[in-house]
């Protein structure tokens, strides 16, 4: 078996001495692990970085075997990561989501081509935070829990959708919540694609996406905790506000 | 090939030494035994020394053979700055340097979330009582340029930020390297850390 791909690092384990075990995110095998025999040593360290894009070409003699990979640096993003705080949370957040919602194995290449355009943008704190909320709605929406935001569950009109309700994931109207209001949580118009998104709405948007994240994908893998890097990412961008 | 039990332990517990293999160890343990007087005995004799007083340091996590290491109890070594270290071989790296004369911190890892390795798993606990205890002016973060070792270095800084000066090591190009071998990511880093010449 033998096939070549771009992928994602998403992690890296040693494995002996001077091996590594990696988990990438590749464009048509989706999250696929595999040894890299020397994956250990100092001349790969600065290659095999979190968040690290690869040409990858992996072999085994069985489909099921972890195989083995060669692994070529095609673009390195731990500098644009390490320069600074937002930036290497955001970036250990989207390696950590990935590496908890996908399946292995399992294609997802509209997402690896979000995914990757996310990371392109590592560094550019102005705009990376409702990049990153963008593509949380992305991830969602592949793993089969995106958000209806279109119009109103309740009412149906489509004006002034402030709410989503945590049971649907669909809009509500300021007029359709009536009471529950309080219940709802927020859709500030940058998670319709609406307005010019300034941070604290942002933060309104992580705030529901976490929501799903927490309480519908989470629980479809198991009830495993979110991992603690998205926090952090999000503590790190509402500390800026 | 040895036929001798004991000696074949000592090969097999050799192989697992780090940089070792079955054959590298089976040479290695063949040296000793043709240099007994010389190396052997007081190799043995060294090792059964250490393993009777080798521990870690209660306030910095170094090795040594008392409860607080000699860096610590050294009153020329409390100059007010701390060294924040991932591990021991960082420490030794540091001190074979010669530059930094003030103290250190083990923190015995860095932050994981894959190896469930938080930050109270770490000693970050014990270097906050130590930022006060000791009257720490500066906090020097040592860690690696790796993705996990500045994400624990970040998170060491929000839990300082304010009570005490902290800095890093620069990063940029090594003594002796040469541009063009250098990954895009150290030449970046290097070019942002620019300085007058």
């Known amino acids: ?241 | 090939m040895s036929s001798n039990r004991e000696i074949e332990n000592l090969i097999e517990l050799m192989a697992k030494l780090p940089g070792l293999g079955p054959r590298s160890a089976r040479r290695a343990v063949l040296h000793l035994i043709r240099k007994r007087a010389l190396l052997l005995t007081p190799l043995a004799d060294a090792m059964q020394e250490v393993a009777a007083t080798a521990r870690e340091c209660l306030n910095c996590g170094n090795v040594g053979t008392g409860d607080v290491c000699d860096i610590c109890t050294s009153e020329k070594r409390a100059t007010g700055e701390l060294c924040v270290v991932e591990d021991v071989a960082d420490l030794w790296a540091m001190e074979r340097s010669g530059v930094f004369k003030g103290r250190y911190h083990v923190l015995g890892g860095t932050l994981s979330a894959l190896d469930a390795v938080g930050p109270d798993s770490l000693r970050i606990p014990r270097l906050i009582d130590r930022i006060a205890s000791e009257h720490i002016t500066e906090v020097i973060l040592a860690l690696n340029a790796t993705v996990e070792g500045q994400t624990t270095a970040h998170y060491i800084a929000d839990q300082l930020e304010g009570q005490v000066r902290l800095t890093s090591l620069a990063q940029g190009v090594p003594i002796g390297g040469e541009l063009d071998y250098l990954d895009d990511g150290t030449i970046s880093a290097a070019l942002r850390a620019r300085k007058e010449f």
Request: proline residues 6%.
């Open chain 1, 1 to 241: 078996m033998e096939w070549r791909d771009h992928g994602i690092l998403l992690s890296l384990r040693r494995h002996g001495e001077a091996a590594a075990i990696i988990d990438v995110f590749t464009e048509s095998h989706g999250r696929h692990a595999g040894v890299v025999p020397g994956g250990a040593s100092r001349k790969q360290a600065p290659v095999l970085q979190p968040g690290a894009q690869l040409d990858l070409i992996w072999r085994a003699r069985l489909e099921d075997h972890i195989g083995t990979y060669r692994a070529e640096p095609l673009r390195s993003r731990a500098a644009a990561a390490l320069s600074g705080r937002l930036a290497l949370a955001g970036l250990n957040a989207v390696t950590a989501l990935l590496s908890f919602a996908l399946a292995e194995r399992e294609v997802h290449g509209a997402l690896y081509r979000r995914s990757e355009q996310l990371l392109d943008l590592l560094g550019q704190d102005e705009i990376w935070p409702l990049a990153y909320l963008n593509w949380e709605m992305a991830l969602l929406e592949e793993l089969g829990f995106g958000l209806d935001l279109s119009q109103c569950a309740a009412t149906g009109v489509n004006d002034e959708l402030i709410y989503v309700s945590p049971r649907s994931g669909r809009a509500v109207s300021r007029h359709g919540a009536g009471d529950w209001a309080d219940r709802m949580l927020p859709l500030p118009p940058c998670l319709r694609g609406d307005g010019p998104a300034p941070d604290a709405e942002i933060a309104e948007g992580l705030r529901t996406t976490g929501y799903f994240l927490q309480h519908r994908l989470a629980p479809a893998l198991g009830h495993t905790p979110l991992p603690e890097a998205r926090a952090r990412f999000v503590d790190q961008f509402t500390r800026r506000i």
